[in-house]
């Protein structure tokens, strides 16, 4: 445990120490709330959808959790070749807790920048149903954290250079993002398209979110705490054991 909790503090200490990525982790999301939020929102509102900016918000939300945790896999192989990686397996330790180290930091930094983005849109009028799911949203917050930490460490961990790990997580996060649910609605969707959009997990995460900010569930909320859990812990196991198949 204490290995655990010594790798969770120093991914906090590394997000805390490096202001220009907390600010470039933003750029993104802002500039989807901006210019989509103000921008398709007359639209939107003229198609009797209701305000879009509160539609908006969770999706730009969990995009948010969703970059920030996948691209957590980024220093792995950073650290694999400066050296700490290997000082770190090395150690007469369980690979397994320091898997579990590295993704609950990767997560909880993930958690931080959403609630970033969560305050903005508090700034520019987005309001929450009801103020007390707040905690509730946190929860699939890190869910959501949890589960694409994990998926990003087991990419890493069977690559050794930082560009082809760019390369796949661009290739995964746009679709994983876009037929997600997060910028439109799922209502009368091609069936292929809905297929698509039920299997992708990150759907069942915006909609718990949209659900606990703005009261608007499609799918149920224990149908998407239920998939999102299963779908961490699975990701989870196969994540610490790509990571324990590292090799030095």
């Known amino acids: 445990m204490n290995v655990i909790y010594i790798l969770w503090l120093r991914q906090l200490k590394r997000y805390y120490r490096s202001k220009p990525r907390i600010i470039g982790a933003l750029g993104q999301p802002l500039l989807f709330l901006f210019a989509l939020g103000f921008g398709f929102g007359p639209v939107f509102q003229r198609a009797g959808e209701g305000n879009y900016l509160e539609f908006l918000v969770p999706g730009i939300i969990a995009m948010t959790v969703l970059f920030t945790s996948m691209f957590n896999g980024i220093e792995i192989i950073w650290d694999r070749q400066f050296g700490f990686l290997k000082e770190t397996l090395v150690a007469p330790v369980s690979r397994v807790n320091i898997m579990l180290g590295r993704t609950l930091g990767g997560a909880t930094v993930a958690v931080f920048q959403g609630i970033i983005v969560l305050g903005i849109s508090f700034l520019i009028g987005f309001r929450v149903s009801n103020p007390v799911m707040l905690l509730s949203a946190l929860v699939f917050m890190f869910l959501i954290a949890i589960l694409f930490t994990a998926l990003g460490t087991a990419i890493a961990s069977v690559l050794e250079?930082?560009?082809?790990?760019?390369?796949?997580?661009?290739?995964?996060?746009?679709?994983?993002?876009?037929?997600?649910?997060?910028?439109?609605?799922?209502?009368?969707?091609?069936?292929?398209?809905?297929?698509?959009?039920?299997?992708?997990?990150?759907?069942?995460?915006?909609?718990?979110?949209?659900?606990?900010?703005?009261?608007?569930?499609?799918?149920?909320?224990?149908?998407?705490?239920?998939?999102?859990?299963?779908?961490?812990?699975?990701?989870?196991?196969?994540?610490?054991?790509?990571?324990?198949?590292?090799?030095?």
């Open 161 to 248: 250079d930082m560009q082809g790990f760019q390369l796949i997580m661009n290739f995964m996060i746009m679709p994983l993002f876009f037929l997600s649910g997060a910028l439109f609605p799922l209502n009368d969707l091609p069936a292929a398209v809905a297929t698509i959009v039920h299997i992708n997990p990150l759907s069942y995460g915006v909609d718990g979110l949209r659900g606990v900010l703005i009261g608007q569930f499609q799918m149920g909320v224990w149908l998407d705490l239920g998939v999102l859990s299963i779908s961490s812990f699975i990701l989870v196991i196969i994540g610490a054991y790509m990571f324990s198949k590292i090799q030095i």
